[in-house]
């Protein structure tokens, strides 16, 4: 599963900006790639699991959890460089993400 092999990007942020709407574009794509994956692993993995598959430690369920946490994180992450204004670090999500997103 790609998603879990994803690092992270953590950028601290600089001076150099771009404007305040171009900043937004790129942390709403982010978000929608984000939103597009999380829905399409719970869709195609989520549906018929049993508790005892959450559970166990061996269970093909668990790549899926790991998989969720990291968009979470991603996610968290996409919020934060907005608030910043962030923009390298929203590039740096988005050039990660889209290779998954391409497939």
Known sequence: M???ALQIPFILPGTHT???SHTALLYKSNKQD???LTGALKKQYLQDVKTKDIFAQDSDIQPVYASLSKLEALGMINQQYLKEQNE???QQIHLVLNPIIRG
């Open 88 to 90: 390298v670090g929203l």
């Open 18 to 20: 771009l404007p305040a």
């Open 34 to 36: 984000i939103d597009s």
């Open 2 to 4: 790609q998603i879990n």
